[in-house]
C-alpha cells in the first residue's frame, strides 16, 4: 500500500506497531511479517527478542539514572532523569505490548495501548524541555524548572492519552478511520523534538564549551536514532524476511533507539563534567603536614550539596582529589583514620547522622548510628586497635569498637554508651597517644576516659568553666589538654593531676565567647573566638594571647587606599567591619572605634588622608590614619549607594534618589536629579555620577553646587554600577550591569571616556565664511597611542560616532583660532580606503547625512571592553594612568591598557561568589613593567596579584 501522510496503513503493513490492531480498518492492520513467537510453559510470548532488547533497555536506563543521581551540582540533573523515567516507564509497558502479555482481544490492551501513546509524547516533550535547560531561561532543578516540566509532560500525556483512545473507541469524533490527530502525536511530534534538541545542543556546546567532542555524542545518537527510523518504517519486512521471521525490523529499532538514549546520557554526562579548583601564580606558605591528602568539609555551598572534599597537599597546585556527598545536611566535624585512607564524617543529616567511607573512591565503609540528634564531633584512635567517639546534642558519648578499618559499623559496634553529660555533648578529642580521650560539653564539664575500652576514668572538677565548653585538643605529647569555652577563657589542663594549670581570658562579651580550638606543634594553642577572631596561644607564657589574627568573616564589599604607606589599604565587609591590610606582611587588622551596623556599601579616601565610609546603617564615617574610626558620623537621608570625594575634601554620597554633598562633618549641598544615581567618582572639582538610564552625567563643583556640563549618553547599556577617573583625571571609566546569560561573549561593558585630555584644535583660515576647516595637532598634545602628525587615526577615535571607520590624513597648519562647536556634515557610507582631503566641506541642510558634533574643550571617545559576562562591581587605575583593573560578579578581573586597548590580562575564577572590589597598590614598581593587584569579594579573602603588563 503507498505512503499516505496522516494513515498507518502502509506503515503498519511493514511494521508492527502497538497501535496497529486498532487503526486503518475495525480488525486493524496487520503487519506482512513480523518476529517468532515462543512458548514460555503455558503461555506465548510474542517477539522474544524484542522483549529481552526492553529488558535490557530498563537495565541499563537505571545504571544511567543512578550515575546522574550522584552528580550533585551538574546542569538539568532532575530534569533529564525525569526523560530517563519516563523511558524506563515505555520498556516496562513496551514488554506487556510488544510480548503479548496484554493480548490484542483484552479490552484493557486499548487502555494500555493508549498509556503508553501517552508516555512516549510526554518522554519527548521532556526531551524538548531539556533541549532549553542548559540555556538557563528558567534556573535549572528549582521549583519552577520543575513544576513546569512536570505540567508540560502531564498536559502532552492527557492530550495524547484522550487523542489515542478516543481513536481506538471511536469516540468524541476520532475513528480508525480518521488518525491524523494519532498520527501527529505518534510520529511527527517525536520527530519535531529530536529536530529541535539537536541544533540547539549544537548551539550550547558552540556558545558555552572549548570542548567540540559533545559533538560526537550528538551526531552519533541522532544517526542511530535516524538509522533505527528507516529500519522499522522502511526495512522492516525485508529484514523479517531474510531471517526467517527470528527478528523483525522493531528488534533493530528498539536497539538502535536504546543506542541512542546511552548517547543522550554520554553527551549530558560530558557537558556537566565538575571542574576541579585550580590555583594561579600565587606562593603558598609551606605546611608541614604528615599526610598528603587533606579533608576540608564544605558547608557554605548551597542547601543540598554540604560535601567532604579531599585536596592534595603535596606540591603547589593542590588538586581537589575527591569530593563526595555523605550526609545529607550540614557537615559538623571529620576525621581520618590512622591509616590515612578512611575518613568519618559528622553532622546534621535527615537519613542519617554520620558516615565512614574511603578517601580515594568515597565507596561507604559503615554508618554512624546510635545518635538520634545531630552529630557535633567525632574522634578517631590513631592505634590498633582501632576505636572512634562520638559527641552529639543529644547528651550522648557514643563509643565504637572496630570502627576503622570496617566493613559494616552496624549497633553491634557500639560498645558503650555514655550518658555522662546532662547537656549537648560538644566535642570529644583523642590524645595522640591514644590512651584516653576526652569529652566537653554545654554542661560545662570534662570527662576523661580509657582509649581501649572507653570505660570513664574522672571527671576534671578543678577550677571548673563558668559557660559551655565548646572544644577541646590535647598537647602532641598527650599530658595536657587545652578547653575553649563561652566564658571567654581557655584553660589549659593536667592530666595525670586532673587541674587547671592556666587560663587565659580573650575579652569580655558575646564577640569574645571562645567557639573553638586546636593544639598546633608549631604555633601552640589557638582558639576561634565567636567574632572570628584566632587567638595564638604560648603555652608556657602570660595570661593573654601572644597575637590576634583578625580577618572577615563575610563577603568583603569595599576597598580603599588607606593612605598611610605604600602596600596599605582598608577592606569594608558585609557584616559592617573593616579593616586595614599591610600586603607587606600579610596580616590584617580591625579598625578600632564604632564599625558601620551592617554592610559596608563603599570607601573613599580624600587629599587630607582620611577615609570616608557609607553603609546600609545609613551613616557616613570618618577613618583617621586608616586604623580607627572618628567620633564623627553623619546620617545620610536613605540608604547609601556609592562615595566619592571631591579636591576640596568635599564628600558625595549617592544615595536612592538623592545626591548629598558633606564637607567637616556636615551636610552643605544636595542634588535632587531626575533620574535614579547609581554610582559617582570624583577628580578634583569634576564629579561623575552615574545612573540607572545607563546614562553618566559630568558635573563641576564649585564648592556650593553641582551644575551640569555634559551627558554621557549612549555609552553605557545598561545600569551603571561603578565609575572611576583616572589619577591625572583626563580618563573616566564606567563599569555597567549585564541582563544577559552566563554564556553571552558580550555581558557587561567596560567603557573608557576621554573627558580632559588635550585634543585637535579646529581652525578655519577664512573665519567669516566657515567653508573650509583644517585639523592639526595642539603643541601639547600627548595621545595615548603614537599618533603624529600625517598618520592615518581611526575617524571613530576622533568624532563621537563610532559607526565610522574609515581613516584620514591629518595635515599640519597653522592655528588661528579655536571653534568651541563645530558641526559638521560627513556622508553615512565613506568610500574605503579613503583620506579625506585637507579641507572639510561645512554645509547645511545635506539630507541623509549624519550630523556629528565635535567639543573641542569636553571631547569623549569611547572604548568598549566587553569580556565580563556579569555586573562589574569594581575598577581601579594604575597611578600612571594607563592600566585599569575591573572586577565583576563573574569571579574575574580583567587588566586593560589604554595603549592597547585590544589586549588584556585575564585573571579568571579568581573570586568565587563574585569579585566585588579591586585596588592596585605597591607603586614602586611601577616603572618595572610590573605592578601589584589586590582583589576581593564574596569568599572574604583578600588576594595579591603581581602582574606583568605587555611589553
Known amino acids: 500500500m503507498p505512503f499516505k501522510f496522516g494513515s498507518f496503513d502502509s506503515l503498519c503493513e511493514t511494521a508492527a506497531l502497538v497501535i496497529c490492531p486498532f487503526v486503518g480498518t475495525e480488525l486493524g492492520v496487520e503487519p506482512k511479517c513480523y518476529g517468532r513467537n515462543i512458548d514460555v510453559g503455558s503461555s506465548v510470548v510474542f517477539q522474544p527478542s524484542t522483549v529481552f532488547i526492553h529488558v535490557i533497555a530498563i537495565v541499563m536506563t537505571a545504571i544511567m539514572i543512578y550515575s546522574v543521581q550522584v552528580k550533585y551540582t551538574a546542569i538539568g540533573r532532575k530534569e533529564i532523569v525525569h526523560f530517563f523515567w519516563l523511558y524506563v516507564i515505555i520498556q516496562f509497558l513496551a514488554i506487556f505490548l510488544d510480548g503479548g502479555i496484554v493480548p490484542f482481544a483484552n479490552p484493557s490492551y486499548p487502555w494500555v495501548a493508549a498509556v503508553y501513546t501517552g508516555l512516549l509524547t510526554a518522554a ?39 487523542i489515542a483512545i478516543a481513536t481506538f473507541k471511536g469516540i468524541a469524533g476520532f475513528s480508525f478511520e480518521h488518525t491524523m490527530p494519532l498520527y501527529i502525536v505518534y510520529l511527527v511530534f517525536p520527530i519535531i523534538c529530536v529536530a529541535v534538541y539537536i541544533p540547539s545542543q549544537f548551539a550550547l556546546v558552540y556558545q558555552t564549551l572549548e570542548d567540540r567532542w559533545p559533538y560526537g555524542d550528538l551526531l552519533f545518537g541522532a544517526a542511530f536514532y535516524c538509522l533505527g527510523q528507516v529500519i522499522l518504517f522502511i526495512f522492516s519486512d525485508h529484514v523479517c524476511h531474510a531471517i526467517d521471521h527470528y527478528i523483525d525490523g522493531i528488534f533493530f529499532s528498539e536497539f538502535c533507539v536504546l543506542l541512542s538514549v546511552m548517547m543522550l546520557y554520554k553527551y549530558w554526562d560530558t557537558i556537566t563534567k565538575e571542574e576541579l579548583e585550580f590555583s594561579v601564580g600565587s606562593k603558598t606558605a609551606a605546611w608541614d603536614i604528615k599526610d598528603s591528602s587533606l579533608a576540608h568539609g564544605s558547608t557554605e555551598a548551597l542547601t543540598d550539596h554540604n560535601d567532604v572534599r579531599i585536596w592534595d597537599t603535596v606540591g603547589e597546585e593542590n588538586v581537589l582529589k575527591g569530593e563526595y556527598k555523605v550526609i545529607s545536611g550540614k557537615i559538623n566535624d571529620l576525621e581520618w583514620d590512622g591509616e590515612s585512607k578512611r575518613i568519618i564524617a559528622v553532622g546534621d543529616g535527615k537519613e542519617k547522622f554520620g558516615h565512614a567511607f574511603m578517601f580515594d573512591s568515597g565507596s561507604s565503609t559503615g554508618e554512624i548510628v546510635g545518635h538520634s540528634k545531630q552529630i557535633n564531633a567525632v574522634s578517631i584512635r590513631h592505634q590498633r586497635p582501632f576505636r572512634a567517639a562520638t559527641a552529639a546534642d543529644d547528651a550522648l558519648v557514643i563509643f565504637y569498637q572496630e570502627a576503622c578499618p570496617c566493613k559494616v559499623l552496624p549497633t553491634s559496634t557500639i560498645k558503650q554508651t555514655i550518658k555522662t553529660h546532662t547537656k549537648f555533648v560538644q566535642d570529644v578529642r583523642y590524645a595522640p597517644s591514644g590512651d584516653v580521650f576526652v569529652s566537653v560539653g554545654s554542661d560545662s564539664k570534662i570527662f576523661l576516659y580509657d582509649g581501649k575500652t572507653g570505660d570513664t576514668l574522672a571527671e576534671v572538677t578543678d577550677s571548673p568553666h563558668k559557660g559551655s565548653i565548646m572544644a577541646s585538643s590535647w598537647s602532641p605529647d598527650s599530658k595536657s589538654f587545652m578547653t575553649s569555652s563561652a566564658d571567654c577563657t581557655v584553660k589549659l589542663w593536667d592530666v595525670e593531676g586532673r587541674k587547671a594549670v592556666t587560663t587565659w581570658t580573650i575579652g569580655s562579651g558575646v564577640d569574645y565567647q571562645q567557639v573553638g580550638g586546636v593544639w598546633s606543634e608549631e604555633a601552640g594553642i589557638v582558639s576561634l573566638s565567636l567574632n572570628g577572631d584566632l587567638n595564638i596561644i604560648d603555652p608556657r607564657t602570660g595570661d593573654k594571647p601572644t597575637k590576634i589574627i583578625k580577618a572577615p568573616q563575610k563577603a568583603i564589599t569595599a576597598i580603599s587606599p588607606s593612605g598611610s604607606g605604600s602596600g596599605t589599604f582598608v577592606a569594608g565587609t558585609a557584616d559592617g567591619r573593616i579593616l586595614s591590610y599591610s600586603s607587606s606582611n600579610g596580616e590584617s587588622d580591625l579598625l578600632t572605634g564604632e564599625n558601620h551596623g551592617s554592610l559596608v556599601t563603599g570607601l573613599a579616601p580624600s587629599p587630607d588622608g582620611k577615609i570616608f565610609s557609607i553603609g546600609w546603617d545609613d551613616r557616613v564615617r570618618e577613618i583617621e590614619g586608616g586604623n580607627s574610626f572618628t567620633p564623627a558620623s553623619l546620617s545620610t537621608s536613605s540608604q547609601p549607594k556609592s562615595i566619592a570625594v571631591a579636591g576640596d575634601s568635599s564628600v558625595f554620597v549617592v544615595e536612592i534618589d538623592t545626591v548629598e554633598v558633606i564637607r567637616s562633618n556636615q551636610k552643605v549641598s544636595e542634588l535632587k536629579p531626575k533620574f535614579t544615581p547609581s554610582a559617582v567618582a570624583a577628580s578634583k572639582s569634576t564629579i561623575a555620577i552615574g545612573g540607572e538610564d545607563a546614562k553618566v552625567r559630568l558635573y563641576e563643583w564649585d564648592g556650593k553646587e553641582l551644575k551640569e556640563t555634559v551627558t554621557l549618553s549612549d555609552e553605557n547599556k545598561s545600569l551603571v554600577s561603578t565609575l572611576a577617573f583616572s589619577p591625572d583625571g583626563k580618563l573616566l571609566a564606567s563599569g555597567d550591569v549585564s541582563f544577559g546569560f552566563d554564556y553571552c561573549p558580550c555581558g557587561s561593558f567596560l567603557r573608557v571616556l576621554f573627558i580632559r585630555s588635550a585634543f585637535p584644535t579646529y581652525t578655519t583660515r577664512s573665519r567669516p565664511s566657515f567653508n573650509k576647516l583644517y585639523m592639526t595637532w595642539a603643541s601639547n598634545f600627548q595621545p595615548d597611542h603614537e599618533i603624529m602628525n600625517g598618520k592615518r587615526y581611526p575617524i571613530h577615535r576622533l568624532l563621537q560616532n563610532n559607526s565610522f571607520s574609515s581613516t584620514f590624513h591629518l595635515f599640519p597648519s597653522k592655528p588661528t583660532y579655536p571653534l568651541p562647536y563645530s558641526y559638521i556634515h560627513l556622508p553615512t557610507h ?108 564574596a569568599d572574604g579573602c583578600v588576594r595579591v596579584w603581581e602582574v606583568t603588563f605587555h611589553a
Open 830 to 937: 565613506l568610500p574605503t580606503p579613503h583620506s579625506i582631503p585637507n579641507t572639510l566641506q561645512s554645509t547645511t541642510n545635506v539630507i541623509d547625512h549624519r550630523h556629528i558634533i565635535i567639543n573641542p574643550t569636553n571631547q569623549h571617545i569611547t572604548s568598549r571592553w566587553s569580556f565580563h559576562s556579569a555586573r562589574i562591581n569594581s575598577l581601579s587605575w594604575t597611578s600612571d594612568s594607563k592600566h585599569c583593573a575591573s572586577g565583576s560578579l563573574d569571579t574575574h578581573v580583567y587588566i586593560w591598557s589604554v595603549a592597547k586597548p585590544l589586549k588584556n590580562i585575564a585573571l579568571k575564577n579568581v573570586g568565587p561568589g563574585g569579585v566585588n572590589s579591586v585596588l592596585w597598590i605597591d607603586d614602586a614598581t611601577k616603572d618595572s613593567g610590573k605592578g601589584k593587584l589586590v582583589s576581593a569579594g
Open 124 to 162: 519527548y516533550g521532556t526531551l524538548l524541555f531539556n533541549s532549553f535547560v542548559g540555556f538557563q531561561f528558567i534556573e535549572d532543578g528549582s521549583s519552577l524548572s520543575l513544576w513546569s516540566l512536570r505540567l508540560i509532560s502531564l498536559v502532552l500525556f492527557g492530550g495524547s492519552f484522550f
